[in-house]
Nanobody, 130 residues
C-alpha cells in the first residue's frame, strides 16, 4: 500500500508544473486523495483534495484559480496541475490518502486537514525561482 509522487522540479516564476500521485495496494476509488506542501520551517499546508468516487474537489484559497486537481482512475493517478507559480510556492509537495474509507462527508477545510490523512507519499521538491 503506497503513494508515489513525481513531477517536481525547478521552474521560473510564472511557469507551470504537473505533479503526479500514483496509488497502489488499495481500492483507489474508495478514498479521497489530497495534495499538501511543506516549506522549510513551516507547517504542512493542505492545498486540494478530490473525492475519487465522484470527482468532487476542494481548494485552499492560497491556490484556488492557479492549481487544478484531477484523477485518471484507470491509472490510479491523481494529478496537481500548477500554473502561474510563485517563489512562495517553493516546498516539498506530498499526496496523501484520507483515513476515512468510503466517506464523502468531509466539508470545507476538513477536507485538507493533514491529521485526517493516514497514508503519505515521500514527497517531491518544487522550487520556483524569481
Amino acid at each position: 500500500v503506497q503513494l508515489v509522487e513525481s513531477g517536481g522540479g525547478l521552474v521560473q516564476a510564472g511557469g507551470s508544473l504537473r505533479l503526479s500521485c500514483v496509488g497502489s495496494g488499495f481500492r483507489f476509488d474508495d478514498y479521497a486523495i489530497g495534495w499538501f506542501r511543506q516549506a522549510p520551517g513551516k507547517d504542512r499546508e493542505g492545498l486540494s483534495s478530490i473525492f475519487l468516487s465522484d470527482g468532487n474537489t476542494y481548494y485552499a484559497d492560497s491556490v484556488k484559480g492557479r492549481f487544478t486537481i484531477s484523477v485518471d482512475a484507470a491509472k490510479n493517478t491523481v494529478y496537481l496541475e500548477m500554473n502561474r507559480l510563485k517563489p512562495e510556492d517553493t516546498a516539498v509537495y506530498f499526496c496523501a490518502r484520507d483515513s476515512c474509507r468510503g466517506s464523502t462527508i468531509r466539508t470545507g477545510p476538513a477536507r485538507i486537514a493533514p491529521p485526517l490523512y493516514d497514508l503519505w507519499g515521500q514527497g517531491t521538491q518544487v522550487t520556483v525561482s524569481s
